[in-house]
């Protein structure tokens, strides 16, 4: 199946010169979701997972879906102010500026083998302060997956520590 097909594109979102990925045809789409959720199963059935990390929001969708055919738990990551327990918190650069995000102190335990999951890989600014989350928690990175990647932006160079894979590839528009 070409899971590229199921995904929307659309110009000009949410800015001028944006072209975005929206991913809600896909999800629509029963059986593309399930290949998209197989597909990702298939890259780690090699490897001991033993709970898998969602990012805000999209991430969850396939986190918990991940988790769930794995038999594990599923952490959120989230933006600041939405977790109510204790937690750790990591920046990150942006374009123009910087952001965070948050993780419970008891998501990841010591000596976890973690897999990140994401709907989609552009600069990997979040990808990468979500690592250091879990690394802070004792937890190893076992792997980040995605649906999509934006190949052009070149994430992987700052990804170049851990293992990355993604199911749809795009290069510049």
Known sequence: MDLAAKIRSIPDFPKPGIIFKDITTLLADGPALRESVQKMLELYKDQVIDVVVGIESRGFI???ILAYELGVGMAPVRKPGRLP???????????????????HIDAVKEGQRVLIVDDL??????????ARLVE?????????????ELDFLKAR???KNYRVEALVHYGAE
């Not at 802070?136 to 999509?148: D, H, M, S, W």
């Open 136 to 148: 802070r928690l004792g937890g190893k990175v076992a792997g980040c997956c995605f649906l999509i």
């Open 62 to 64: 396939f986190a918990s």
């Open 157 to 159: 160079d700052k990804l």
């Open 121 to 130: 890989l552009a600069t990997g600014g979040t990808v990468e302060a979500t």
């Open 85 to 103: 327990y204790k937690k750790i918190s990591e920046s990150y650069e942006l374009e123009y500026g910087s952001d965070s995000l948050e993780m």
